[in-house]
């Protein structure tokens, strides 16, 4: 079984940061990709940041600049630090995994939800 447990979410006020935390587990060198989504409601739920078992990222156009994914392999974490926060940001955050040939299975944490308020 893979379990994903997310933490750090909560209230923050615009131009603020919070560091969002994704503890697998067993050790995050085993998945082929980790990364970060978030969904609002009535919404697609969205790719916000990843990063691949070889170290490369990537981000949604939307935070860049302003959002850092890095990874922790001796603690099995991963993490999202957002700072210069805005209210569009608002959402549940969702931890993702990604393992198996052609990343044939997606593992997702319990969601975390970011507040942003004006």
């Known amino acids: 079984q893979v379990q994903l447990v997310e933490s750090g979410g909560g209230l923050v006020q615009p131009g603020g940061s919070l560091r969002l935390s994704c503890a697998a587990s067993?050790?995050?060198?085993?998945?082929?990709?980790m990364g970060w989504y978030r969904q609002v409601p009535g919404k697609q739920r969205e790719l916000v940041a990843a990063i691949t078992r070889g170290g490369s990222t990537n981000y949604a156009d939307s935070v860049k600049g302003r959002f850092t994914i890095s990874r922790d392999n001796a603690k099995n974490t991963v993490y999202l630090q957002m700072n210069s926060l805005k209210p569009e940001d608002t959402a549940v955050y969702y931890c993702?995994?990604?393992?198996?040939?052609?990343?044939?299975?997606?593992?997702w944490g319990q969601g975390t939800q970011v507040t942003v308020s004006s």
């Open positions: 993702n995994a990604r393992a198996g040939a052609y990343s044939s299975f997606n593992y």
């Open positions: 067993g050790s995050i060198f085993g998945f082929n990709a």
